[in-house]
């Protein structure tokens, strides 16, 4: 054989296959460590009082009657905090223009958001700590709070910073092509507002902090559920002013993550620092009321968009401008501008058009801080493009299928790029088109709408094409100034009796990391899966690398598995090489023995390699040192970002007396290069699909003029449930990333890319003998006899 | 959160009950399956100091029937209501209502007592006791008095029960063989408070002579019998010639209200509509 063996090829391959998670077993046995079950000795709980006004003036704290409570350890205001905390401004430099104003941990003379904490209750239990901060008396006044995003640059509209000028956090203008020819030749222009409702990310578990500073070694150690821990070892030391090998960061089980987990939050950071104060143990745990008014929102964006078409279905400009709030402060580090940014980036994307104009602006508000959940600007972008598209499509009268057919870059371009300046290596959105159509029976459904509409009975399919952003480079946060590592490590080790313990920086919060790292490892080694045990989260113990997050975890953390396993391979036939009098080259290892190469035939158990290794060295020769460690980093460098793509599909039915939309089915089709495990990935496509979903129907954190959030629960924030939720039927292309050998890129976010946007083209296809346009989500029952003029009075 | 601290007894006979109410006057409160009071507690709404468990007193359990009526101790689970063969037989109304009443682990726990004397307005369970024209038996200090069921929803989460009554028993009257019975609500998700909801009930099976009971729930601050509605079915030649007629008269009978889910206006499309399909329904059923 010759040249570098393919993963697919590796004897006792596991890339490709679909078997069980190994945490699975222990979470399902109730015996996973989240947060929340942690308990240290002379631990407190912190309860923090929030600010019940969206803009107020703190005048003052009276925190007596609160000290005097039952078990209180300590009652501590944002003013008092500063002493232990730093504060930060959550600005990157690539980002230009980008502004944030000092976020402290705690409010210290003014409260920007409903929910904003202002003082925090330390007690020994947390129903004594919320005893006990009611008790807290804090005296407001009240601010004119800035609510609405569409006046929020008015000159009559108050500046939430007055130092900052203005409210406008940021804003990115593009303009690519000949744009005004496009249109002025244009057969047809089309053009709408797209509206997408302010939501969260409802993670299962929630928000959960528990910091112990140890003064007897002058080291802070944060329990946390979150995706990067790496980077908050960097955040905490940086504002608690240690030294970063002073903190170590232990991730733990974490139940749900979707980038909610991935941000610096104030109450988060304020545990830490009351830990240093108070010198013990203090464990924060959100409830869900805090969850809704804390936990980053995303989305709230009011799109305008046109789009000029030719009468032979040609596509031949895309033009849009984008508005989002994102509350009193960009996020820090990762700031809140990315996904008004990533609008602009990915808007046509999928399409030949080279004519391109954008503008987005980002705007402060009084509401909850605004940054990136799962698909961050892909729905938006997806929603946009993909509903310009069936309005052009309408406008000629022409099949959305077909005029997709006609305007998707073609399969034999790449490689290639798009007006905003994305870099795609290989793409295949033909190919997933036609795999789509035949999975659907694209023909039949329409034929079975058409009989059905003749009984008052209204389906609509939808369609939406849709690129995805994974495997980033440093060109996402790194050249911008976070220390946010774009590369992972991972150490790969075979002990005394030949198992294997894998260290890696990817981070798992559900979705499969430490199965995918199990695999790759144990294929690029060649031993069975059960040898494998792999180590994450956990600043002291894994190597130095991202976390999981923007689609990463497979492509770039699986690489360095792979690359790590391969030199632990290429260590141990070294060893074997020695002990057997044979070059290394002439072996391989199948099943945990080392077999001659190419054959079945069996040499040496890994066991008895390891048991020499380290129990007789003093057979082997005297020149000779076994090095069963291995460790590798891997970072891609020749595209900025790994595109994937895919198209998505909706069937569904609109009862037009009532509003209500029944989904009936979904597809989804998409191309995230080598699959490692089918059943991870099609579960994070049908996972990533409910949440656009949800968004789609039911999601919607609602604010009042006031800037108070009307529905933080979970009786009236609606998340999808199963009862609701179709079939969702996966389908796969596969082109893998030549960027690495492994190929994968990554399939996170895709579902969540393009769900809403079927989902709101095929509600308009239903509703297409009534001749209503919706370009509003969520999709209620209220918008759409709205629409429809039906109302009662 | 976390709930207040309050004490907590359970409660082995009525009487008991009864007596540890009395004593606890206005810091007292009842819990049974406690699946809406739990997360009142929990929410800080309610600061009871004492809780009295009236989930396992022998007086409120058990499903009997004689020649006349079904009667339902105030202790029954949903989900024994669900999978009683009696209510199945004499109330099928119930059975068809109670799939809709939540989730199961909530049905598993919640008590049909429970449910009524909290009068959520978006309760299934009220309406039905309208539509099936029950009767309530609650015991006080005073003894024991019966409401009829028109007579005990008083409005938001408000009934004829005093602070120191317990709900006991409901009794129902077995429904003959052709009376017809509807139940449908509209729900964003399946288990949800219903936007709009209609309980129906029709005796007789000729055209003239009909009575027919349509209770809405989920639209006003309580279950209403839309008897405007009700009269211009009834008094026309056919109950579909009185439809447009009925649905117009909904705006006499209902209050709908705004709140999170849908504005008043929609509420009353969905009303009009939930009640044309009842109808529909109701109709088919003396055709099959």
Redesign the interface.
């Given at each position: 054989m010759s040249g570098p063996l393919s993963p697919l090829d590796r004897p006792n391959s596991y890339i490709g296959r679909t078997v069980p998670r190994p945490n699975l077993e222990r979470l399902v046995e109730g015996r996973g460590t989240y947060v929340s079950d942690m308990t240290l000795p002379r631990m407190g709980h912190v309860v923090f009082v929030r600010s019940p006004y969206a803009h107020a003036r703190i005048v003052d704290i009276d925190t007596g009657a609160a000290k005097q409570g039952e078990g209180v350890i300590a009652v501590v205001t944002g003013a008092e905090l500063v002493e232990q905390c730093s504060p930060w401004v959550g600005v990157l430099s690539h980002l230009k223009g980008l502004k944030s104003a000092p976020q402290h941990a705690m409010a210290v003379d003014r409260a920007c958001w409903q929910g904003e904490a202002v003082c925090a209750v330390v007690a020994n239990s947390?129903?004594q700590a919320?005893?006990a901060a009611e008790l807290v008396q804090v005296q407001y006044q009240e601010l004119e709070p800035v609510t609405d995003m569409r006046t929020a640059l008015e000159p009559h509209i108050p500046v939430i910073h007055a130092e900052l000028g203005d409210n406008l956090a940021f804003e990115r203008s593009l303009d690519a092509g000949e744009v005004d020819k496009a249109f002025s030749e244009a057969d047809a222009v089309a053009e709408a507002e797209f509206v997408f409702g302010r939501h969260t990310g409802v993670t299962l578990e929630a928000r959960a902090v528990l910091a112990d500073w140890n003064p007897g070694e002058r080291r802070l150690t944060v329990y946390q559920g979150t995706q990067a821990p790496h980077m908050m070892q960097n955040i905490f030391a940086k504002h608690l002013a240690l030294e970063e090998a002073q903190v170590r960061v232990v991730c733990k089980d974490v139940g749900g993550s979707f980038g909610i987990k991935v941000h610096v939050y104030a109450d988060e950071m304020a545990t830490a620092a009351l830990s240093k104060r108070l010198k013990r143990p203090v464990k924060f745990v959100a409830?869900r009321?805090e969850s809704f008014v804390t936990d980053i929102h995303a989305r709230d964006h009011i799109c305008k968009g046109r789009i000029a078409v030719k009468q032979d279905g040609t596509i031949t400009a895309f033009a849009i401008d984008d508005l989002t709030g994102i509350g009193p402060y960009s996020m820090y580090p990762r700031t809140s501008a990315i996904e008004a940014n990533q609008v602009v980036n990915l808007v046509g994307g999928p399409y030949q058009a080279r004519n391109y104009r954008a503008r987005a602006r980002v705007v402060f508000q009084n509401k909850n801080v605004m940054c990136q959940y799962r698909a961050v600007g892909h729905p938006i972008a997806c929603s946009v493009t993909e509903g310009l598209v069936d309005l052009a499509a309408r406008a000629i009268g022409m099949d959305p299928l077909e005029i997709r057919s006609r305007n998707l870059i073609k399969d034999d371009a790449y490689p290639t790029d798009s007006p905003s300046g994305l870099k795609f290596e290989s793409l295949s959105h033909h190919a997933s088109l036609a795999k789509l159509k035949q999975m659907m029976d694209y023909d039949g459904l329409r034929a079975e709408q058409k009989r059905l509409r003749r009984q008052g009975i209204y389906r609509g399919i939808g369609l939406a094409s849709f690129i995805e952003v994974t495997n980033p480079s440093a060109a996402f946060y790194g050249v911008g100034g976070a220390r946010i590592s774009s590369q992972d490590g991972v150490s790969v080790r075979m002990d005394a009796t030949g198992a294997i313990i894998v260290q890696t920086s990817l981070t798992e919060q559900g979705q499969g990391s430490e199965a995918l790292t199990a695999q790759v490892v144990a294929s690029a080694l060649g031993v069975t899966l059960d040898k494998v045990r792999v180590i994450l989260g956990d600043t002291d113990n894994t190597p130095y690398g991202g976390g999981t997050w923007a689609s990463r975890g497979a492509g770039i953390g699986g690489e360095a598995a792979w690359q790590a396993g391969k030199a632990l391979r290429m260590n141990i036939l070294e060893v074997a090489g020695t002990i057997l009098q044979t070059v290394p080259d002439m072996l391989d290892i199948d099943q945990g023995v080392v077999v001659d190469k190419g054959t079945t035939r069996e040499r040496i158990g890994l066991d008895e390699v390891a048991r020499i290794a380290y129990f007789r060295p003093d057979t082997l020769p005297a020149d000779f040192q076994a090095e069963l460690l291995a460790t590798r980093h891997y970072v891609p460098r020749q595209y900025p970002f790994a595109f994937t793509n895919g198209i998505q599909a909706s069937w569904l039915e609109v009862d037009t007396?009532?509003?209500?939309i029944t989904l009936l089915n979904h597809w989804c089709v998409e191309d995230c290069g080598t699959i490692i495990n089918p059943q991870l990935v099609d579960e994070q496509i049908r996972g990533g699909v409910v949440q656009g979903l949800g968004a789609a129907?039911?999601e919607h954190c609602?604010y009042d003029e006031r800037g108070q959030l009307?529905?933080g629960?979970m009786?009236?924030y609606?998340v999808?449930?199963a009862?609701?939720m179709p079939d969702i039927e996966v389908g796969h292309v596969v082109s893998p990333t030549l960027e690495s050998e492994l190929g994968a890129k990554g399939a996170g976010e895709a579902g969540t890319a393009g769900a809403a946007a079927c989902v709101a083209n095929a509600v308009n296809d239903a509703l297409e003998p009534f001749d209503v346009t919706i370009t509003e989500i969520p999709l209620?029952?209220?918008l759409i006899?709205n629409a429809l003029g039906?109302?009662?009075? | 959160m976390k709930a207040y601290a309050f004490d907590y007894v359970r409660a082995a006979t009525l009487v008991e009950a009864l007596s540890l109410l009395e004593r606890a006057g206005e810091g007292g409160k009842l819990i049974a399956g406690g699946q809406s009071l739990v997360p009142a507690l929990n929410l800080r709404l309610l600061a009871p100091q004492i809780l009295i468990d009236i989930a396992q007193l022998p007086e409120l359990r058990g499903i009997t029937s004689d020649d006349t009526h079904i009667h339902l101790g105030a202790g029954t689970r949903h989900a024994e209501l669900a999978t009683s063969a009696l209510v199945g037989q004499h109330v099928p109304l119930l059975q068809t209502a109670i799939r809709h009443v939540a989730h199961a682990a909530i049905r598993n726990r919640g008590t049909l007592g429970g449910n009524l004397a909290h009068a959520d307005p978006a309760s299934e369970l009220p309406a039905c006791m309208i539509a099936l024209e029950a009767t309530m038996l609650v015991v006080g200090p005073k003894g024991e008095r019966r409401i009829d069921a028109i007579d005990f929803f008083k409005g938001l989460y408000e009934t004829a029960l005093e602070a120191d009554d317990i709900l006991v028993r409901i009794s129902i009257a077995r429904s003959p063989a052709e009376t017809r019975v509807h139940f449908n609500e509209l729900a964003r998700r399946a288990g949800d408070y219903a936007m709009a909801g209609l309980a129906m009930v029709m005796h007789g099976t000729q055209p003239q002579g009909l009575r027919i009971r349509p209770v809405f729930f989920g639209i006003g601050d309580r279950p209403t019998l839309a008897s405007h509605a009700a009269r211009c079915l009834e008094q026309a030649a056919d109950p579909m010639a009185g439809l447009a007629a009925a649905q117009q008269a909904l705006s006499q009978d209902l209050s709908p209200q705004e709140d999170l889910q849908a504005d008043a206006d929609t509420r009353m499309q969905l009303a009009r509509v939930l009640l044309k399909r009842g109808l529909t329904d109701l109709l088919a059923q003396g055709r099959g």
């Open positions: 947390r129903a919320e005893d409830d009321i007396e009532t509003g209500f129907l039911f609602r009307t529905n629960t009786a009236d609606l999808p449930m009862s609701e209620t029952p209220s006899l039906r109302r009662g009075g | -």
